[in-house]
């Protein structure tokens, strides 16, 4: 299965612990998304990469948030220091380079702030 | 301002019924794509459907067809034969040519199929 795959799907993190979250794209794609998503919620642009470098970053917290998207391996969405407000599905997709193509997502991981 | 708006919170439709899930968009780019994903309780984003700016013909995948009135900024999903198996919420996204890639998403709408 060549889809976009995310891990881990479920993770759990102590309040101030750092969570880090993967996705890696779908074979041929240079563009990746992270969307984060509450309970009963829409999906929350956070930020699109393509490799090694950040497009837009707007919809990231300003602090405690970093990704990354290096030339080799998965992108990483990076939280230090997590806060219960913290808990959330967060989305990777990927895309190719025309518009006219569709975003294909990954699983999602569930991260859980206890 | 909103880019998408998809103005029905929940809908209800009997089993093998058709329903219509409402989609409007705002852009003022040409060139666009208008997609629909399926999020079921278990969580996952499928892809359902796409529409691109230029296409003359609605999209058509299975039971999905996608109504798209360019004039009126709309791109209703169509689900004919409703199954219980599509109970779950629908995203209306767009990615626009000329701004960004940038997948924007509505609210969503959660459909319940009643048997």
């Known amino acids: 299965n060549a889809g976009v795959m995310q891990n881990p799907r479920h993770l759990v993190r102590r309040r101030g612990q750092e969570a880090r979250l993967r996705c890696s794209p779908m074979?041929?794609?240079?563009?990746v998304y992270w969307y984060r998503q509450l309970p009963e919620e829409g999906l929350k642009f956070m930020v699109y990469l393509q490799k090694e470098n950040i497009i837009d970053e707007s919809g990231m917290p300003k602090e405690r948030f970093s990704a990354e998207f290096p030339k080799e391996g998965p992108s990483i969405l990076r939280i230090q220091q997590v806060v219960r407000g913290d808990s959330a599905a967060y989305f990777c997709?990927?895309?190719?380079?025309?518009?006219?193509?569709?975003?294909?997502f990954g699983q999602g991981t569930r991260l859980t702030v206890v | 301002a909103q880019k998408i708006t998809q103005t029905q919170p929940g809908m209800f439709v009997q089993e093998k019924e058709a329903v219509t899930l409402d989609c409007t968009y705002d852009?003022?780019?040409?060139?666009?794509?208008l997609f629909w994903y399926k999020q079921p309780s278990s969580g996952e984003m499928i892809f359902l459907i796409y529409?691109?700016?230029?296409?003359?013909q609605n999209a058509t995948e299975g039971r999905y067809s996608l109504n798209f009135q360019k004039a009126r900024k709309s791109a209703n999903l169509v689900i004919s034969a409703s199954q219980l198996g599509d109970s779950a919420m629908y995203f209306c996204a767009m990615r626009e040519g000329e701004g960004s890639y940038i997948p924007t998403f509505g609210r969503g709408t959660s459909l319940i199929v009643h048997p």
């Open positions: 997709a990927s895309s190719g380079d025309r518009v006219n193509t569709e975003a294909f």
């Open positions: 074979k041929g794609h240079s563009h």
């Open positions: 529409q691109g700016s230029y296409d003359e």
């Open positions: 852009t003022s780019d040409q060139s666009y794509g």
